[in-house]
């Protein structure tokens, strides 16, 4: 059957446009909602915008439902009219969810159904000031006819929320499924379309998600919060550095301490190494998880090159502990610490972080923000920061106290000062 007819562009473009001089146009700075949930907020940019889409994507039952209804409690307790759709569930289902979450009073409606006209009709009676949709996957459109969950099904309807959004100033949230590959259903095909997009992650066997900015129209992006799931719903956890480091063996060869940015925010992270024999020569294994295994792979070349260690018989495996995902090349001496550590078997000196980037010839380069990543080891109790000696010139006149602050200019001096 041929498809009828999908929303078009025209259909997307309000009020009717019409070309106007630069100097002429007038704007209002948009006004945002916060969100009561202080983590979410500040993943956002600082609440939502007016008006805005966001899409927030994750595995099945990470906690996309848990997060959005808990912040539609949020919203409601505050006096905001509040819509949550589920196509998922049933009432009863989410009022389950709801009682664990303790949702009280306040104008929070809940509608559970699948047909996107009838959901629309709705949301244009009711005119709530948010509207949630659960999920983009599982709402079809009867202007198509192809089947719920395909890329022109998905489009149209975020096409259509976005217009609603748009055209009543509504603060609006799509829930979308992540497939196996990673990428939300309909590769990509929904991120160019909407303002904001997190992604929720975590590790089924760790209570704890972590909620990452992929793209944000109105505020910075990479800005990252940490959540722990619990039986009332998600708990933000206010020092993140601190949690992912609660279970950090001290003392250990190949453990590491790196502090890396996410966003505003610098964090501790623990990198880990483990080298040992292979049992499949000519072919050892190289596996990272949580760092770029690119740029892992150039750092091993330039450790063997030189520092003189052969990697040739021995499998690799690096890790960033907590399921943090760490691309900076800042972390790059805490990658070359935790592997020389593992080599010697002789441990980082406790209290020890690492700061800089490795260049291909061995020498160790300036990073940014390097007085918020001290600041964050010393408040964390760390004792000492290795760091490349460029910047060390430049944090002379801040007179940091509490902290040695110890300046290396090539890899083998690393080496010479940690072990
Ligand atoms: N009583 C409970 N105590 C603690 N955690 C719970 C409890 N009930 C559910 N959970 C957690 O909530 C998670 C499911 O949350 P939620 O339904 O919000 O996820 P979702 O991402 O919306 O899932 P789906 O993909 O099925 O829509 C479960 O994986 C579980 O970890
Ligand atoms: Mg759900």
Redesign the pocket.
């Known amino acids: 059957m041929e498809e009828i007819q999908e929303t078009t562009a025209e259909d997307m473009s309000f009020p009717p446009s019409e070309p106007m001089l630069y100097r002429d146009i007038q704007y209002s700075q948009k006004q945002r909602l916060t969100v009561k949930i202080r983590e979410l907020d500040r993943v956002l940019g600082g609440g939502i915008v007016l008006g805005s889409l966001v899409l927030i994507g994750?595995?099945?039952?990470?906690?996309?439902?848990?997060?959005l209804?808990q912040a539609s409690r949020d919203f409601s307790e505050e006096g905001k009219k509040v819509l949550y759709v589920s196509s998922?569930e049933s009432l009863e289902q989410m009022k389950m969810?709801g009682e664990?979450l303790g949702i009280d009073q306040g104008e929070l409606y809940l509608l559970a159904e699948t047909n996107l006209e009838k959901i629309m009709d709705h949301a244009a009676r009711l005119k709530p000031q948010v509207f949630i949709l659960?999920?983009v996957q599982t709402v079809f459109s009867s202007k198509l006819s192809s089947g719920t969950g395909t890329i022109s099904q998905v489009r149209e309807v975020t096409n259509q929320v976005f217009r609603f959004a748009k055209k009543n100033d509504i603060c609006s949230f799509l829930?979308g499924?992540i497939t196996k590959e990673g990428s939300l259903a309909g590769p990509k095909s929904l991120e160019h379309m909407v303002d904001v997009v997190l992604y929720?992650e975590g590790e089924r066997d760790h209570?704890h998600r972590i909620l990452r900015a992929f793209k944000n129209r109105f505020g910075p992006v990479s800005e990252i919060a940490v959540f722990n799931?619990?039986?009332t719903g998600l708990r933000a956890i206010s020092n993140p550095s601190a949690f992912f480091l609660k279970e950090r063996p001290e003392e250990e060869p190949g453990s590491v301490v790196t502090c890396t940015i996410k966003g505003s925010r610098p964090l501790l992270a623990e990198i880990q190494a483990l080298v040992s024999s292979t049992l499949f020569a000519g072919n050892p294994r190289r596996m990272t998880i949580g760092l770029d295994r690119y740029r892992t792979a150039m750092l091993l070349a330039v450790i063997e090159k030189k520092l003189g260690f052969g990697f040739g018989g021995q499998d690799i495996h690096m890790n960033v502990a907590g399921g943090l995902f760490i691309k900076e090349p800042a972390a790059d001496l805490g990658i070359l610490a935790a592997l020389v550590s593992c080599i010697k078997n002789k441990s980082v000196p406790s209290g020890f972080t690492m700061l800089g980037e490795i260049g291909l010839s061995g020498e160790v380069r300036s990073v940014n923000q390097t007085l918020a990543r001290i600041k964050e080891a010393r408040s964390l109790g760390f004792k000492s920061v290795v760091l490349p000696k460029g910047n060390l010139s430049e944090l002379k006149k801040e007179k940091i106290k509490g902290i040695d602050l110890i300046g290396v200019k090539s890899i083998r001096q690393v080496v010479e000062v940690l072990f």
């Open positions: 994750g595995e099945p039952g990470i906690g996309k439902s848990t997060l209804l998922e969810r664990r659960d999920s829930i499924h929720f209570s799931m619990e039986s």
